[in-house]
């Protein structure tokens, strides 16, 4: 007895050796599907939807000798609506930065998303991490993401960092809800707006001169204005297609 397990799109690529056609899995002992999948390369963040021979059914179910489909996950993917294999969402789409993604961290902090770091921090104190602040693994480590107490998390593809950016925003949707310049780039917190009265001192003279408009981060208490450090990450976000 076997299972015939499909992969669809970029799921492919993470199965080595599968160029087209169903894999064939011996059905030899109690396993769910998602082990089997796992057991393939493919960590569970990555899967959208499974089918069971053309029936909709969760990451419980036990292997048997039918066809799967296996489907990525889609673009744009709302993790704060509840799906199949995912009944539980995400109260806000947050993220946790692995280190072998760590510049994406300052990116999504530079378009205004949540995006914690976690350096130095053991892969179990990550999983328990992402599930006690309900947030989405940004990685590229395919162990990290088959842990089971990671239910939201992403295999990072690119390699450049801004690609990288390019390919979350994508993923999850965040085109039309980014708010560039938002948040304190070091601490992850929502800058506040502050008069340019009441910081003028802690001004260069040229900043103090040309710029009206004042942020200040509420724990670093770094003031941030839209200087040209501004203008030249508008362009990169345009030229990727990020922003219009
Ligand atoms: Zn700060």
């Known amino acids: 007895m076997h299972a015939d397990l499909m992969f669809h799109d970029a799921l492919r690529d993470l199965v080595p050796g599968r160029d087209h056609g169903p894999l064939c899995y011996p059905v030899d002992r109690r396993a769910s599907v998602k082990d089997v999948i796992e057991a393939l390369g493919v960590p569970h963040t990555e899967v959208g939807r499974i089918l069971e021979a053309g029936i909709e059914v969760d990451f419980h179910a036990l292997l048997a000798a039918k066809r799967y489909d296996v489907f990525p996950v889609a673009a744009p993917w709302d993790v704060t609506a509840a799906s199949v294999l995912r009944p539980e969402p ?57 842990r089971k107490q990671i239910v939201f998390g ?14 979350i925003v994508d993923l999850f949707g965040l085109k039309s809800r980014m708010h560039p310049f938002s ?3 070091h601490c992850n917190l ?29 724990k670093c208490q770094r003031i941030y204005w839209p200087g040209s450090h501004h203008d030249r990450m508008r362009e990169r976000l345009r030229a990727l297609g990020i922003s219009d």
């Not at 260069?204 to 509420?218: A, H, I, M, N, S």
Request: charged letters at 25%; one cysteine or more; proline letters at 6%.
């Open 90 to 146: 995400l109260v806000k789409l947050r993220f946790l930065v692995d280190e072998n993604v760590h510049r994406l961290t300052g990116l999504l902090r530079m378009i205004g998303i949540n995006a914690a770091g976690c350096p130095g921090m053991a892969d179990a104190d990550i999983a328990r991490h992402a599930a006690a602040q309900g947030r989405v693994v940004l990685s590229k480590d395919r162990r990290l993401l088959r």
């Open 183 to 185: 948040r304190c780039i």
């Open 190 to 218: 929502l800058l506040v707006p502050r008069p340019k009265v009441e910081i003028q001192n802690r001004l260069e003279p040229l900043t103090r001169k040309y710029y009206q408009v004042f942020q200040e981060c509420p």
């Open 154 to 167: 992403r295999l990072v593809h690119s390699v450049h960092p801004w690609d990288q950016l390019r390919e």
